[in-house]
């Protein structure tokens, strides 16, 4: 399985929409929007998993297209790497 982030999405767009965007070039194994801890709203990006073949596809034809006004930002998900917030602040 290969991991797409799908950022600049529209924050009206739902997980229904970009798997049916992705679904052209192969099965779609999950999708997942980021939304806002505190408040619930959409980030405006998410991952979406498929093989990898139809997933290069996928970012090969998608990437910097057009979806609802918004030019998509479509590549490879990177790991996270590990640390990067939310300890104390030193001065």
């Known amino acids: 399985m290969k ?3 799908v950022g600049n999405l ?3 767009a739902s997980e ?3 798997r049916d965007l992705f679904a052209n070039y192969g099965e779609v194994k999950e999708v997942r929007m980021i939304s806002d801890r505190e408040t619930g709203r959409p980030r405006g ?3 979406v ?3 990898p073949a139809e997933a290069d ?3 090969e ?3 910097g297209t057009d979806m609802g006004g918004r030019t998509l930002r479509i590549n490879e998900a ?3 790497k590990p640390g990067g917030g939310g300890g104390p602040r030193r001065n």
């Open 3 to 5: 991991s797409i982030y």
């Open 57 to 59: 596809s996928a970012i």
């Open 61 to 63: 034809a998608l990437n």
């Open 10 to 12: 529209p924050f009206s």
């Open 16 to 18: 229904d929409e970009v």
């Open 45 to 47: 990006f998410g991952f």
């Open 78 to 80: 990177q790991d996270r």
């Open 49 to 51: 998993r498929m093989d």
